[in-house]
Protein backbone atom coordinates (compact mmCIF):
# COMPACT_ATOMS: atom_id res chain seq x y z
CA UNK A 1 0.00 0.00 0.00
CA UNK A 2 0.80 3.25 -1.31
CA UNK A 3 1.95 5.80 1.97
CA UNK A 4 -0.31 8.54 2.56
CA UNK A 5 1.42 12.48 2.49
CA UNK A 6 -0.31 15.16 3.56
CA UNK A 7 0.85 18.77 2.94
CA UNK A 8 -0.25 20.81 5.86
CA UNK A 9 -0.21 25.00 6.19
CA UNK A 10 -2.12 24.96 9.46
CA UNK A 11 -0.08 23.58 11.98
CA UNK A 12 -1.24 22.96 15.71
CA UNK A 13 0.87 23.10 18.76
CA UNK A 14 1.67 19.27 18.35
CA UNK A 15 2.69 19.65 14.96
CA UNK A 16 5.16 22.15 15.83
CA UNK A 17 6.33 20.16 18.56
CA UNK A 18 7.54 17.27 16.08
CA UNK A 19 9.09 19.94 13.88
CA UNK A 20 10.72 21.28 16.45
CA UNK A 21 12.28 18.17 17.44
CA UNK A 22 12.86 17.49 13.89
CA UNK A 23 14.75 20.20 13.02
CA UNK A 24 16.72 19.84 16.32
CA UNK A 25 17.76 16.81 15.46
CA UNK A 26 18.50 17.66 11.95
CA UNK A 27 20.76 20.59 12.64
CA UNK A 28 22.47 19.44 15.71
CA UNK A 29 20.77 21.94 17.88
CA UNK A 30 18.93 21.86 21.58
CA UNK A 31 15.19 21.95 21.80
CA UNK A 32 14.97 25.01 23.01
CA UNK A 33 17.25 26.64 20.03
CA UNK A 34 14.82 24.73 17.48
CA UNK A 35 11.66 26.22 19.69
CA UNK A 36 12.98 29.53 19.57
CA UNK A 37 13.62 30.05 15.64
CA UNK A 38 10.57 28.59 14.93
CA UNK A 39 8.74 31.35 17.02
CA UNK A 40 11.10 33.94 15.55
CA UNK A 41 9.85 32.61 12.17
CA UNK A 42 6.36 32.50 13.07
CA UNK A 43 4.29 29.44 13.27
CA UNK A 44 1.81 30.49 10.32
CA UNK A 45 5.04 30.27 8.07
CA UNK A 46 5.98 26.93 9.09
CA UNK A 47 5.10 23.88 6.67
CA UNK A 48 5.06 20.12 7.37
CA UNK A 49 4.79 17.02 5.78
CA UNK A 50 2.71 14.28 6.96
CA UNK A 51 3.18 10.41 6.70
CA UNK A 52 0.33 7.84 7.51
CA UNK A 53 -1.08 11.17 9.94
CA UNK A 54 2.60 11.56 11.47
CA UNK A 55 4.72 14.85 11.10
CA UNK A 56 7.44 13.72 9.13
CA UNK A 57 9.14 16.71 7.97
CA UNK A 58 9.06 20.28 7.72
CA UNK A 59 10.14 23.59 6.61
CA UNK A 60 9.97 27.39 7.49
CA UNK A 61 8.94 29.92 4.90
CA UNK A 62 10.20 33.62 4.93
CA UNK A 63 8.21 35.90 2.99
CA UNK A 64 10.50 39.23 1.91
CA UNK A 65 11.85 40.33 -0.93
CA UNK A 66 15.34 40.45 -2.85
CA UNK A 67 16.83 43.70 -4.38
CA UNK A 68 17.67 43.43 -8.15
CA UNK A 69 18.49 45.91 -10.49
CA UNK A 70 17.80 48.24 -7.84
CA UNK A 71 14.23 46.90 -7.28
CA UNK A 72 13.04 44.76 -4.70
CA UNK A 73 11.55 41.41 -5.96
CA UNK A 74 8.79 39.59 -3.48
CA UNK A 75 10.59 36.18 -2.73
CA UNK A 76 10.31 33.54 0.01
CA UNK A 77 13.24 32.43 1.57
CA UNK A 78 13.13 28.68 2.75
CA UNK A 79 14.92 27.81 6.05
CA UNK A 80 15.07 24.91 8.66
CA UNK A 81 14.01 22.03 6.19
CA UNK A 82 14.07 18.60 7.91
CA UNK A 83 13.04 15.13 7.71
CA UNK A 84 12.84 12.89 10.92
CA UNK A 85 15.99 10.04 10.33
CA UNK A 86 12.95 6.91 10.29
CA UNK A 87 11.23 8.89 6.89
CA UNK A 88 14.57 10.01 5.10
CA UNK A 89 15.27 8.16 1.63
CA UNK A 90 11.72 7.88 0.21
CA UNK A 91 10.60 11.15 -1.24
CA UNK A 92 9.16 12.87 1.62
CA UNK A 93 11.72 16.15 1.38
CA UNK A 94 10.95 16.35 -3.00
CA UNK A 95 7.74 16.35 -1.87
CA UNK A 96 7.59 18.62 0.42
CA UNK A 97 9.36 20.82 -1.56
CA UNK A 98 7.29 20.30 -4.87
CA UNK A 99 4.26 21.19 -2.54
CA UNK A 100 5.79 24.08 -0.94
CA UNK A 101 6.38 25.69 -4.49
CA UNK A 102 3.17 25.17 -5.47
CA UNK A 103 1.54 26.91 -2.63
CA UNK A 104 3.75 29.65 -3.51
CA UNK A 105 2.84 29.65 -7.38
CA UNK A 106 -0.81 30.07 -6.20
CA UNK A 107 -0.17 32.89 -4.07
CA UNK A 108 1.78 34.82 -7.13
CA UNK A 109 5.16 34.39 -5.29
CA UNK A 110 7.54 35.61 -8.23
CA UNK A 111 11.05 33.81 -6.80
CA UNK A 112 12.50 31.31 -3.98
CA UNK A 113 15.92 31.35 -2.59
CA UNK A 114 17.41 29.08 -0.20
CA UNK A 115 21.26 27.80 0.95
CA UNK A 116 21.52 24.01 0.27
CA UNK A 117 22.34 21.29 2.61
CA UNK A 118 22.79 19.22 -0.45
CA UNK A 119 22.02 20.42 -4.15
CA UNK A 120 21.12 17.25 -5.73
CA UNK A 121 17.21 17.34 -3.63
CA UNK A 122 17.07 21.42 -4.63
CA UNK A 123 17.91 21.29 -8.26
CA UNK A 124 14.74 18.21 -9.00
CA UNK A 125 12.47 21.21 -7.50
CA UNK A 126 14.03 23.51 -10.08
CA UNK A 127 16.21 25.65 -8.13
CA UNK A 128 19.91 26.50 -9.13
CA UNK A 129 22.79 28.34 -7.86
CA UNK A 130 22.40 32.32 -8.42
CA UNK A 131 24.66 33.64 -6.00
CA UNK A 132 27.41 34.21 -3.30
CA UNK A 133 27.55 34.41 0.15
CA UNK A 134 31.05 34.95 1.38
CA UNK A 135 32.85 35.39 4.73
CA UNK A 136 36.09 37.39 4.70
CA UNK A 137 38.78 37.56 7.19
CA UNK A 138 41.96 39.92 8.44
CA UNK A 139 44.47 40.00 11.23
CA UNK A 140 43.76 43.95 12.90
CA UNK A 141 47.46 43.96 12.61
CA UNK A 142 47.18 44.69 8.80
CA UNK A 143 44.63 47.27 8.86
CA UNK A 144 46.53 50.41 9.72
CA UNK A 145 43.97 52.59 8.98
CA UNK A 146 44.04 54.51 12.26
CA UNK A 147 42.39 58.11 11.62
CA UNK A 148 38.51 57.68 11.88
CA UNK A 149 37.22 60.83 9.28
CA UNK A 150 33.97 60.40 11.00
CA UNK A 151 32.85 60.39 15.00
CA UNK A 152 30.83 56.66 16.09
CA UNK A 153 28.21 56.90 18.24
CA UNK A 154 27.48 54.11 20.38
CA UNK A 155 23.24 52.41 19.52
CA UNK A 156 21.22 51.84 22.74
CA UNK A 157 18.89 50.35 21.07
CA UNK A 158 19.74 48.21 18.07
CA UNK A 159 15.57 47.45 17.33
CA UNK A 160 15.90 51.33 15.79
CA UNK A 161 14.31 52.34 12.31
CA UNK A 162 17.29 54.25 11.54
CA UNK A 163 19.52 51.10 10.78
CA UNK A 164 16.48 49.81 8.76
CA UNK A 165 16.57 53.11 6.73
CA UNK A 166 20.61 52.99 6.21
CA UNK A 167 20.68 48.84 5.53
CA UNK A 168 17.83 49.94 2.42
CA UNK A 169 19.79 52.90 1.45
CA UNK A 170 22.81 50.48 0.62
CA UNK A 171 20.31 47.02 -0.41
CA UNK A 172 18.44 49.02 -3.51
CA UNK A 173 22.72 48.93 -4.57
CA UNK A 174 23.74 46.09 -4.32
CA UNK A 175 22.33 42.83 -6.84
CA UNK A 176 21.31 39.99 -4.64
CA UNK A 177 20.81 42.21 -1.31
CA UNK A 178 17.73 40.93 1.14
CA UNK A 179 14.36 43.04 1.73
CA UNK A 180 14.93 41.06 5.13
CA UNK A 181 12.35 39.28 6.69
CA UNK A 182 11.88 40.79 10.83
CA UNK A 183 13.50 37.22 12.41
CA UNK A 184 16.82 37.97 10.68
CA UNK A 185 17.03 41.13 11.94
CA UNK A 186 16.42 39.71 15.26
CA UNK A 187 18.99 37.25 14.98
CA UNK A 188 22.10 40.08 13.71
CA UNK A 189 20.95 42.43 16.98
CA UNK A 190 19.96 39.98 19.45
CA UNK A 191 22.95 39.37 22.47
CA UNK A 192 22.94 36.10 23.42
CA UNK A 193 23.56 34.23 26.88
CA UNK A 194 27.72 34.63 26.25
CA UNK A 195 27.88 37.02 23.28
CA UNK A 196 27.07 40.63 23.61
CA UNK A 197 25.85 42.74 20.16
CA UNK A 198 27.39 45.85 19.91
CA UNK A 199 26.41 48.82 17.80
CA UNK A 200 27.57 51.92 16.43
CA UNK A 201 26.64 54.81 13.86
CA UNK A 202 29.20 56.34 11.89
CA UNK A 203 28.98 59.67 11.64
CA UNK A 204 26.42 62.56 12.86
CA UNK A 205 23.54 61.19 14.59
CA UNK A 206 21.02 63.27 12.67
CA UNK A 207 22.48 62.18 9.82
CA UNK A 208 24.65 58.94 9.79
CA UNK A 209 26.46 58.03 7.06
CA UNK A 210 26.21 53.78 7.90
CA UNK A 211 26.71 51.61 10.97
CA UNK A 212 28.78 48.73 12.29
CA UNK A 213 26.70 45.95 14.30
CA UNK A 214 29.57 43.40 15.80
CA UNK A 215 29.83 40.64 18.32
CA UNK A 216 33.34 39.42 20.19
CA UNK A 217 34.52 35.94 20.89
CA UNK A 218 37.46 33.68 21.50
CA UNK A 219 38.04 31.22 18.16
CA UNK A 220 41.46 28.79 18.32
CA UNK A 221 43.04 31.16 20.92
CA UNK A 222 42.15 33.86 19.30
CA UNK A 223 40.26 37.41 20.15
CA UNK A 224 37.90 37.42 16.67
CA UNK A 225 35.46 40.84 16.29
CA UNK A 226 32.44 39.50 14.11
CA UNK A 227 31.00 42.25 12.15
CA UNK A 228 27.32 40.63 11.73
CA UNK A 229 26.24 43.47 9.92
CA UNK A 230 27.49 46.85 8.11
CA UNK A 231 26.30 49.74 5.69
CA UNK A 232 28.65 52.51 4.41
CA UNK A 233 27.29 55.33 2.13
CA UNK A 234 30.20 57.07 1.38
CA UNK A 235 33.90 57.15 1.49
CA UNK A 236 34.69 58.71 4.77
CA UNK A 237 32.25 56.12 6.44
CA UNK A 238 34.74 53.29 4.38
CA UNK A 239 37.61 54.64 5.94
CA UNK A 240 35.73 54.95 9.39
CA UNK A 241 34.84 51.38 9.16
CA UNK A 242 38.31 50.41 9.05
CA UNK A 243 39.47 52.90 11.39
CA UNK A 244 37.62 51.89 13.48
CA UNK A 245 38.55 48.12 13.78
CA UNK A 246 42.00 49.06 13.48
CA UNK A 247 42.03 50.38 16.49
CA UNK A 248 40.62 47.24 18.13
CA UNK A 249 44.53 45.68 17.41
CA UNK A 250 45.41 45.71 21.11
CA UNK A 251 42.78 43.54 22.23
CA UNK A 252 41.36 41.63 18.89
CA UNK A 253 43.24 39.52 16.49
CA UNK A 254 41.37 39.10 14.10
CA UNK A 255 37.81 40.59 12.46
CA UNK A 256 35.37 38.75 10.23
CA UNK A 257 32.76 39.95 7.79
CA UNK A 258 30.43 39.25 4.83
CA UNK A 259 30.67 41.31 1.56
CA UNK A 260 30.96 39.86 -2.57
CA UNK A 261 33.45 37.98 -3.74
CA UNK A 262 35.21 41.15 -5.02
CA UNK A 263 34.98 42.94 -1.90
CA UNK A 264 35.39 46.70 -2.74
CA UNK A 265 35.90 47.39 0.92
CA UNK A 266 39.39 46.31 0.59
CA UNK A 267 40.64 48.62 -1.78
CA UNK A 268 41.36 50.80 1.03
CA UNK A 269 43.69 48.35 2.76
CA UNK A 270 47.23 49.08 2.30
CA UNK A 271 48.35 45.25 1.34
CA UNK A 272 45.84 42.31 0.09
CA UNK A 273 46.06 40.94 3.16
CA UNK A 274 42.29 39.97 3.54
CA UNK A 275 41.29 36.93 2.76
CA UNK A 276 38.15 34.53 1.67
CA UNK A 277 37.38 32.19 4.84
CA UNK A 278 34.64 30.81 4.03
CA UNK A 279 32.47 30.72 0.32
CA UNK A 280 28.69 29.22 -0.16
CA UNK A 281 26.69 29.82 -2.97
CA UNK A 282 22.29 30.49 -2.43
CA UNK A 283 20.31 28.51 -4.47
CA UNK A 284 17.41 30.29 -6.29
CA UNK A 285 13.89 29.05 -8.05
CA UNK A 286 11.71 31.18 -10.53
CA UNK A 287 8.67 30.30 -9.24
CA UNK A 288 6.16 32.86 -11.71
CA UNK A 289 8.63 33.09 -14.76
CA UNK A 290 5.99 36.15 -16.09
CA UNK A 291 5.72 37.74 -12.13
CA UNK A 292 10.03 37.44 -12.14
CA UNK A 293 10.89 39.01 -15.07
CA UNK A 294 8.36 41.94 -14.78
CA UNK A 295 8.95 42.65 -11.63
CA UNK A 296 13.46 42.85 -11.16
CA UNK A 297 14.55 46.12 -12.96
CA UNK A 298 16.87 46.14 -15.75
CA UNK A 299 19.83 48.61 -17.08
CA UNK A 300 18.93 51.91 -18.46
CA UNK A 301 19.58 52.42 -22.36
CA UNK A 302 18.94 48.59 -23.19
CA UNK A 303 16.18 48.66 -25.35
CA UNK A 304 15.68 44.60 -26.63
CA UNK A 305 14.00 41.45 -27.31
CA UNK A 306 14.37 38.02 -25.92
CA UNK A 307 12.27 34.79 -27.14
CA UNK A 308 12.48 32.03 -24.50
CA UNK A 309 11.48 28.77 -23.92
CA UNK A 310 11.42 27.53 -20.64
CA UNK A 311 11.28 24.59 -19.48
CA UNK A 312 9.53 23.41 -16.23
CA UNK A 313 8.06 19.99 -15.53
CA UNK A 314 6.83 21.22 -11.95
CA UNK A 315 4.63 24.34 -11.97
CA UNK A 316 3.75 23.54 -15.53
CA UNK A 317 2.52 27.27 -16.32
CA UNK A 318 5.96 28.08 -17.26
CA UNK A 319 6.66 25.90 -19.43
CA UNK A 320 5.90 27.96 -22.25
CA UNK A 321 7.45 30.11 -24.83
CA UNK A 322 7.97 33.63 -23.91
CA UNK A 323 9.14 37.18 -25.08
CA UNK A 324 10.74 39.85 -22.80
CA UNK A 325 10.74 43.33 -24.14
CA UNK A 326 13.29 45.62 -22.47
CA UNK A 327 13.32 49.32 -22.30
CA UNK A 328 13.75 52.45 -19.62
CA UNK A 329 14.89 50.04 -17.09
CA UNK A 330 11.69 47.90 -17.16
CA UNK A 331 10.77 43.96 -18.55
CA UNK A 332 7.57 43.40 -20.28
CA UNK A 333 6.72 39.68 -20.49
CA UNK A 334 3.96 38.37 -22.98
CA UNK A 335 3.52 34.83 -23.97
CA UNK A 336 4.17 33.23 -27.50
CA UNK A 337 7.36 34.18 -29.39
CA UNK A 338 9.84 32.15 -31.64
CA UNK A 339 11.69 30.60 -28.35
CA UNK A 340 15.10 31.16 -29.62
CA UNK A 341 16.76 30.57 -26.29
CA UNK A 342 15.97 27.51 -25.23
CA UNK A 343 16.27 27.35 -21.12
CA UNK A 344 15.31 24.71 -18.34
CA UNK A 345 13.97 26.51 -15.04
CA UNK A 346 17.05 25.60 -13.28
CA UNK A 347 19.51 27.59 -16.09
CA UNK A 348 16.71 30.58 -16.08
CA UNK A 349 17.54 30.91 -11.90
CA UNK A 350 21.22 31.49 -12.89
CA UNK A 351 20.31 33.84 -16.09
CA UNK A 352 18.03 35.52 -13.78
CA UNK A 353 20.55 36.41 -11.12
CA UNK A 354 23.44 36.92 -13.83
CA UNK A 355 25.56 34.81 -11.44
CA UNK A 356 26.80 33.16 -15.00
CA UNK A 357 26.75 34.58 -18.29
CA UNK A 358 24.74 33.51 -21.29
CA UNK A 359 27.50 32.17 -23.06
CA UNK A 360 28.49 29.98 -20.02
CA UNK A 361 25.20 28.92 -19.15
CA UNK A 362 25.76 27.61 -22.98
CA UNK A 363 29.18 25.94 -22.53
CA UNK A 364 27.52 23.72 -19.70
CA UNK A 365 24.63 22.61 -21.23
CA UNK A 366 22.21 25.40 -19.21
CA UNK A 367 20.66 26.94 -22.27
CA UNK A 368 20.54 26.35 -26.05
CA UNK A 369 20.07 29.97 -28.25
CA UNK A 370 21.75 31.35 -31.84
CA UNK A 371 24.21 34.23 -31.24
CA UNK A 372 21.62 37.03 -31.94
CA UNK A 373 19.70 35.78 -28.70
CA UNK A 374 22.84 35.08 -26.30
CA UNK A 375 23.84 38.20 -27.14
CA UNK A 376 20.40 39.82 -26.21
CA UNK A 377 20.46 37.98 -23.03
CA UNK A 378 23.67 39.36 -22.28
CA UNK A 379 22.58 42.64 -23.01
CA UNK A 380 19.24 42.32 -20.33
CA UNK A 381 21.22 39.88 -17.35
CA UNK A 382 24.70 41.06 -17.42
CA UNK A 383 25.72 42.79 -14.00
CA UNK A 384 27.69 43.27 -10.74
CA UNK A 385 27.92 39.49 -9.00
CA UNK A 386 25.18 38.59 -7.10
CA UNK A 387 25.39 38.82 -3.47
CA UNK A 388 24.26 38.51 0.12
CA UNK A 389 25.45 39.31 3.35
CA UNK A 390 22.71 37.24 5.07
CA UNK A 391 22.41 33.51 6.06
CA UNK A 392 19.30 31.65 6.46
Not at 168 to 186: C, E, F
Amino acid sequence: MTPLLEYKTLLDVEDVKHLASIVGQAFIASASESESFLKSVGFENLRVICRDGKVAGGLATLPMGMWLGGQSVAMVGIAGVGIAPEYRGGGVAIALIQNMLQELYAKGTPISVLYPATQQLYRKAGYEQAGNYCTWEISTQDIRLNKPPLALQPIANLNCEILHQLYQQQAQLIHGYLDRHSSIWQRLTQSEEKETVYGYLIGNQEQPEGYIILSQHSQANQTVSQIRDWVVLSHAAAQTFWSFLANHRSTIKKVTWQSSVIDSLTLLLPEQTAKIQHQKRWMLRIVDVCKALQLRSYKLGVETELHLAVKDDLLTANNDKFILSIANGKGEVRQGGKGELQIDIQGLASLYTGLFTPHTLKLVGKLDAPDTALLAATEIFTNSTPWMADFF
